[in-house]
């Protein structure tokens, strides 16, 4: 699957649905609020956390004007396939491949709402729901009679210079978020949170992640701790969409570290800005400036990789990258990656250059290993490593709110 087309469906999909929040959607907002700043949070370890009153949010409108989104999302390569072997057992983030979410159950995060709509026979649940504070990540399941094939299955059909999509019945076609009962096509001056899915080994499960970033600086689209999150979600052969409101509160705390430790190569000169972890989440802001020509060094080409202190690989969950301007010289991009297996030391940044199939062409297909794995070209001047509190580290895994 290419990394880079989920979110761009995603993204003209909502652009299709209609600007203004539904009436049904308003019509049940008020009876959430209501109770939200009451109510507890129960997680499937029986813990029960005490809510704190909402916070007011209100984003300000960027200082700058940041243009040439260079990518949406970033999706994990391994998809379903690799997650056959695993059991359903427990949570259903045990399905995802996602250290972070495997794990967020036994940290006491994952809350069960357990809210969902029935039309036509056919029933669309959001079990659990898990929220540090950078990602939300929540399950949906589909349940009924009459279903054709999997939730996110669909096929591709080339008709001449058109590419349609079809979709068995039951298939999720579209899907629109709103925070606080705004789009996140509209939310914040268009600095949208991102919006990725990912299948499951289970036909009947989808899970969907929402990031709101903070690498954009003011009026960034940081999501706030607590609001009300609301899905409209549509199925192929069901004429009614499906609205399900979801309150969301944060449930980990953060440690965050800022760095500016900064490496040159050639006409590159990289910055690793500023370091952000939780118990399910690793965050890096990282700033790339070309200050030579680019046959030096190209940052647009920079990939990244985050080790820990034994030399593990994190996975990478998704990630943001702006140009400051119409130069596109200078490039800050915000990586997510999973929480790191053990606690750790250190933790290196390490950037490489994908090898293309067809080295003489102006990009194309990356060249594989005999695992499937991009080969990789490593730029040890660009390496930064930089200390990390083990202990901190480790009380923060341990913890929650």
Do not use: C
Not at 23 to 29: G, L, N, T
Not at 76 to 89: N, Q
Not at 208 to 217: E, R, V
């Amino acid at each position: 699957m290419n990394p880079f087309d989920l979110d761009k469906e995603l993204r003209e999909t909502g652009r299709k649905l209609a600007a203004e929040l539904p009436d049904m959607i308003r019509q049940r907002q008020d009876e959430v609020y209501a109770s939200l700043s009451d109510l507890p949070m129960q997680t499937r370890t029986g813990r029960t956390h005490s809510s704190k009153k909402i916070r007011g949010y209100a984003g300000a409108a960027a200082a700058a004007a940041f243009i040439g989104v260079m990518s949406s999302a970033y999706v994990s390569p391994i998809m379903a396939e690799s997650l056959k072997s695993i059991p359903v057992i427990g949570s259903i983030f045990k399905l995802a491949d996602d250290l972070g979410l495997q794990t967020a159950e036994e940290r006491g995060l994952v809350a069960e709402p357990n809210v969902g709509a029935t039309h036509e026979g056919v029933t669309l649940r959001i079990p659990e729901v898990v929220y540090d504070g950078t990602r939300l990540s929540l399950a949906v399941k589909r349940e009924g009679e009459g279903l054709i094939g999997g939730i996110s299955d669909y096929e591709v059909v080339q008709e001449g210079d058109s590419t349609n999509h079809i979709y068995p019945r039951g298939a999720i076609t579209e899907v629109e978020m709103f925070i606080d009962g705004t789009s996140i096509y509209d939310y914040n001056g268009g600095k949208r949170p991102g919006l990725i899915g990912n299948p499951t080994s289970d036909p009947n499960v989808v899970l969907y992640q929402l990031t709101g970033y903070s690498h954009l600086g003011e009026g960034a689209p940081m999501l706030p701790d607590q609001f009300l999150l609301t899905a409209k979600i549509t199925l192929e052969g069901i004429e009614e969409p499906y609205i399900i409101d979801v309150p969301v509160r944060k449930s980990s705390n953060q440690i965050v570290v800022k760095s500016g430790e900064t490496r040159e190569w050639g006409g590159l000169k990289l910055t690793l800005e500023q370091l952000k972890f939780t118990p399910i989440t690793t965050d890096l802001i990282i700033h790339a400036e070309q200050i030579g020509n680019p046959e030096d060094g190209n940052h647009k080409d920079l990939l990244y990789e985050v080790r820990d202190d034994r030399g593990r690989i994190l996975g990478l969950v998704t990630g943001m990258g702006i140009y400051k301007d119409d130069s596109q010289r200078e490039q800050r991009t915000e990586l997510i990656f999973e929480r790191f297996e053990e606690t750790t030391s250190s933790i290196t940044l390490k950037p490489f250059l994908p090898v293309f199939q067809d080295p003489s062409a102006n990009g194309g297909l990356y060249a594989v290993d005999g695992n499937g794995d991009i080969v990789k070209k490593y730029l040890k001047d660009l390496e930064i490593t930089i200390p990390v509190d083990r202990a901190s580290l480790e009380k923060l895994y341990d913890s929650h709110q």
